[in-house]
């Protein structure tokens, strides 16, 4: 025999139940008025997510069009990449700093503790590539140092990376891009590898073709338009690595260990060798810059927070008309149910089974007119716009729906 617990808790279930069922019932018999609530919740929740998809989509496309500066690496350069803390860009001081330079490199190489890797590249752009009656212009041809694929991610498709003899030896080899690759051996089937192409007139052996890239989103240089050949061939063609002002810029980049957090170490070992190799004072500033690629995602990131407030502005509204068009279909409906809810309460009907259907109706209404709002968004994903990756993440389905709940709540309260 149940006890009467069981009896009891039966009785609840069932009353919850009843409840659920007025709520679908009282909605289907006003099915426009349930529609154009809907419609209200939808557009705020579509409103709010579609920007906030955008706005996330947009800072996660250009973050990653700097992927080619490597990650967890703190570049020595004549040049910052930002400006100071007072919003300065003191260029003028700059510009007669001198380049890193081959020495730096190999001091850095020899006595740094916190680095897992190091390397020293220069570029230069503009640069044409030819291959017998076949050319292409404005490539980025790239020189780097040993440790340089421990930086940088280099995927040859076909062939292979240096040696470290042809890195050491500064042999006239060269890593092609895929573009360009395929512009220099445009023939079905022709292989890139082991032919030979022409810089500024000399002679280098293709052995690597990279894997294709695809172009990033704000057009940040890509290995598809690229050639990296070693750095010491590279100091052949251009004079560079001398440490002179006004030669082709080399970068020293080095790979902090994954223990560094924040790469504070390394930074601070950086600046203690770099400031007595290069015979500073204590008290005067230093003449070279720290680079990190957090610096640009930092600035992209706090752009993207005003942005991302003003979307919150903008669908707020929106969602602000679809709450109180719910608060409003309520009371209509409670008293358009008075003479019911008497009836209920006179056959005995307790007040949480009264609450109940009307705030089913509010879920209902609130969940649905948000799943719809984020179907909407989860559609625009589909749409093509170019380089921009569209991606309707779980922080921003799990936001459309919490933004729903919320709208509930308070009109429970």
Request: include cysteine; charged fraction near 20%.
């Amino acid at each position: 025999m149940p006890n009467k617990a069981d009896k009891s808790d039966m009785f609840l279930l069932t009353q919850i139940f009843e409840s659920f069922r007025f709520a679908v019932k009282a909605l289907k018999s006003n099915l426009l008025r349930t529609i154009l609530s809907l419609l209200g919740v939808t557009v705020g929740i579509f409103a709010i997510i579609a920007v906030l998809t955008i706005v996330d989509s947009l800072e996660k496309n250009i973050k990653d069009s700097f992927n080619f500066l490597g990650t967890g690496v703190v570049y020595v350069d004549k040049w910052p990449y930002t400006a100071d803390n007072n919003g300065e860009y003191n260029w003028w001081d700059f510009w007669r700093r001198p380049n890193p330079s081959y020495n730096e490199y190999k001091f850095l190489q020899a006595n740094l503790k916190n680095a897992d890797a190091i390397a020293i590249l220069a570029r230069k752009g503009n640069v044409v590539i030819r291959r017998k009656s076949n050319s292409i212009g404005q490539i980025m041809l790239v020189g780097g140092s040993e440790g340089y694929d421990k930086i940088f991610e280099v995927n040859v498709e076909e062939g292979r990376y240096f040696t470290a003899d042809e890195l050491e030896g500064g042999r006239n080899v060269v890593i092609l891009g895929y573009e360009v690759a395929k512009a220099l051996f445009p023939k079905e089937g022709e292989s890139a590898v082991g032919q030979e192409v022409k810089v500024k007139n000399l002679k280098y052996i293709v052995i690597g073709v990279v894997k294709k890239e695809g172009e990033s989103f704000i057009g940040t240089p890509s290995n598809d338009y690229a050639c990296v050949i070693p750095y010491k061939a590279f100091r052949g063609l251009y004079m560079t690595g001398t440490g002179r002002w006004n030669e082709t810029g080399s970068s020293i980049g080095i790979k902090g260990k994954e223990t560094d957090v924040g790469l504070v170490e390394l930074e601070n070992e950086m600046r203690g060798y770099l400031r007595g190799r290069r015979g500073l004072q204590p008290t005067e500033k230093d003449n070279f810059a720290l680079n990190r690629p957090e610096a640009i995602a930092n600035v992209i990131g706090s752009l993207f927070d005003v942005v991302g407030l003003a979307g919150w502005v903008i669908g707020g509204f929106s969602i602000l008309v679809g709450g109180f068009g719910i608060a409003n279909i309520m009371f209509v409906s409670v008293k358009e149910r008075t003479s019911i809810i008497g009836l209920q309460k006179s056959l005995g009907a307790k007040n949480y089974f009264i609450l109940f259907q009307f705030l089913f109706e509010a879920i209902f209404l609130s969940l649905i007119g948000g799943l719809g709002g984020l179907f909407l968004v989860w559609l625009i994903t589909f749409i093509p716009m170019g380089s921009l990756e569209v991606i309707l993440t779980v922080k921003n389905i799990v936001l459309g729906l919490g933004v729903s709940t919320v709208i509930v709540h308070a009109w429970i309260r």
